[in-house]
């Protein structure tokens, strides 16, 4: 019980570096053709960086946006997570304004302050789900020590 406690702490600390991420690469100026952040967002992060399932399949969708060299807008954002059948667990298409009203202007020194923080809490609950599985075979061993 309490590795889930601390799971859904870490999961709190991170969320708002997650938006801020997030809301970084949506309003980014340097959109088509260069998409500075989303190209530097992809050399540090991958989805399982992010703690939120909310904000994983946003990325996803921004990842392939952005991999098929499509604009990385509302209309596609809502395009692929439709396809994918995912709002129920994306929320409703008015996050996209939650994401993007956090960040005044995307600047890189911001990102990467977030990425940092999102890095470390990410390093944290891999620590915490493998202690969690140890602790799951000590005490399911019937092993005599």
């Known amino acids: ?45 991958d989805e399982e960086d992010f703690a939120s399932e909310r904000h994983r399949i946003w990325f996803r969708a921004l990842r392939k946006m952005f991999t098929d060299g499509k604009p990385i807008n509302i209309v596609t954002v809502h395009d692929i997570i439709e396809e994918w059948k995912k709002w129920d667990v994306a929320g409703p298409l008015s996050y996209f304004d939650v994401l993007i009203e956090g960040v005044p202007s995307a600047t890189w020194g911001g990102v990467q302050d977030a990425i940092d923080v999102m890095k470390k809490i990410s390093r944290s609950r891999a620590l915490l789900d493998m202690a969690g599985e ?12």
């Open 1 to 45: 019980m309490a590795g889930h406690s601390a799971t859904a702490g870490l999961l709190e600390r991170s969320r708002p570096a997650e938006a801020w991420v997030l809301g970084a690469i949506l309003v980014d100026p340097l959109q088509p053709p260069s998409r500075n952040i989303m190209a530097r967002c992809l050399e540090q992060i």
């Open 134 to 145: 140890v602790s799951e075979r000590a005490m399911g061993s019937t092993e005599d020590v």
